[in-house]
């Protein structure tokens, strides 16, 4: 992932052939907010109006680099992970023993690839509420980027609970759904977060407005 072309990923990813998949884009998306948010932070530590901020700056984009790599680091589990189910259900079954160990190892690959959405989601509403904090001591004219990087992270939040969901819909054990439906809940009240931001930074532009004069 990490050295691979934009181009060459978005072919694989066009390809009939798995992975990677839905998964992995939702990963891309946190790893393009999370770029945005450092891009904001170079821009602001370099601009005198935010000299202040400097500390809390350099913290934040430090964060941000670490949820980038995050980020891609995901995108690889998620291709390692699809790619498990996917062998699961390719074994055989042509015995009741071959079909009860298929059984079980699809339900094991389920669970474990079902941890990936999971840690999306949880890394998609760092990305959110990094953005949020910096709202209020970025440079003015790269805030509006920091509303597109909560953005991406809200894309990769909803594409997470749709994955998330599909596997669980499937997957036998009744403790482990719960305990992941409470993990995606909790992440998912970024998506609220994430509105507010995109909802402030449109606000003050609109307000900035001037009147136009009917011709």
């Given at each position: 992932m990490r050295d691979e072309s934009v181009g060459g990923w978005l072919?694989?990813?066009?390809?009939?052939?798995?992975?990677?998949?839905?998964?992995?884009?939702?990963?891309?998306?946190?790893?393009?907010?999370?770029?945005?948010?450092?891009?904001?932070?170079?821009?602001?530590?370099?601009?005198?109006?935010?000299?202040?901020?400097?500390?809390?700056?350099?913290?934040?984009?430090?964060?941000?680099?670490?949820?980038?790599?995050?980020?891609?680091?995901?995108?690889?589990?998620?291709?390692?992970?699809?790619?498990?189910?996917?062998?699961?259900?390719?074994?055989?079954?042509?015995?009741?023993?071959?079909?009860?160990?298929?059984?079980?190892?699809?339900?094991?690959?389920?669970?474990?690839?079902?941890?990936?959405?999971?840690?999306?989601?949880?890394?998609?509403?760092?990305?959110?509420?990094?953005?949020?904090?910096?709202?209020?001591?970025?440079?003015?004219?790269?805030?509006?980027?920091?509303?597109?990087?909560?953005?991406?992270?809200?894309?990769?939040?909803?594409?997470?609970?749709?994955?998330?969901?599909?596997?669980?819909?499937?997957?036998?054990?009744?403790?482990?759904?719960?305990?992941?439906?409470?993990?995606?809940?909790?992440?998912?009240?970024a998506v609220t977060e994430s509105e507010?931001?995109?909802?402030?930074?449109?606000?003050?532009?609109?307000?900035?407005?001037?009147?136009?004069?009917?011709?």
């Amino acid at each position: 992932m990490r050295d691979e072309s934009v181009g060459g990923w978005l072919d694989d990813l066009a390809s009939a052939s798995f992975p990677p998949g839905a998964g992995a884009a939702a990963a891309m998306n946190i790893a393009v907010g999370a770029a945005l948010i450092s891009m904001v932070c170079n821009h602001s530590l370099s601009h005198p109006k935010c000299a202040a901020h400097t500390t809390g700056l350099t913290a934040a984009q430090e964060t941000a680099e670490n949820l980038r790599s995050t980020a891609l680091g995901l995108a690889a589990d998620d291709a390692v992970a699809f790619s498990a189910v996917l062998a699961a259900h390719r074994l055989p079954r042509a015995t009741d023993t071959d079909t009860r160990a298929r059984a079980t190892a699809v339900q094991e690959a389920l669970t474990a690839a079902t941890e990936v959405p999971l840690r999306v989601a949880r890394t998609a509403a760092e990305v959110v509420r990094l953005a949020r904090r910096l709202i209020a001591v970025a440079k003015a004219d790269v805030v509006p980027d920091l509303a597109v990087a909560a953005s991406c992270a809200r894309a990769a939040l909803d594409t997470a609970a749709v994955i998330a969901e599909a596997n669980l819909s499937v997957i036998a054990d009744t403790e482990h759904r719960s305990a992941a439906r409470l993990q995606l809940v909790h992440s998912l009240s970024a998506v609220t977060e994430s509105e507010a931001i995109t909802a402030e930074v449109r606000a003050r532009y609109t307000r900035r407005e001037s009147p136009v004069t009917p011709v």
